[in-house]
């Protein structure tokens, strides 16, 4: 089963300017209009039937509010059988920090 690695924001902005890397802010539309460090937003309730969205790239990058969805959302895309290969990288702490 595949892993995913924790990251910091500046890794994760980095990480994002490469082609072949998205950031998936799991977060609620209206929190993702709110205030986002760009991306694409994919609530955690839809990551599921979402998951064909984010077959073109290799680096997956999931990131919510304080840590605690994008968790629980890398750990289900490192199980989807479709992502053995890609890399997952979870933003510690959330996009808290952003707002400060």
């Known amino acids: 089963?595949?892993?995913?690695?924790?990251i910091s924001l500046q890794e994760a902005e980095a990480m994002a300017?490469?082609?072949?890397?998205?950031?998936?802010?799991?977060?609620?539309?209206?929190?993702?209009?709110?205030?986002?460090i760009g991306g694409t937003n994919i609530p955690?309730?839809?990551?599921?039937?979402?998951r064909t969205e984010l077959l073109p790239y290799q680096t997956?990058?999931?990131?919510c509010t304080n840590g605690t969805r994008s968790r629980v959302?890398?750990?289900?895309?490192?199980?989807?059988e479709a992502f053995q290969e890609k890399q997952i990288f979870h933003l510690k702490g959330g996009i808290l920090e952003v707002e400060d």
């Open 1 to 6: 089963m595949n892993t995913y690695q924790d």
């Open 17 to 36: 300017a490469q082609p072949e890397a998205i950031i998936v802010d799991v977060r609620e539309p209206w929190e993702f209009e709110e205030f986002s």
């Open 44 to 50: 955690l309730a839809d990551i599921r039937e979402r």
């Open 60 to 63: 997956l990058i999931v990131v």
């Open 73 to 80: 959302a890398a750990k289900d895309y490192c199980r989807a």
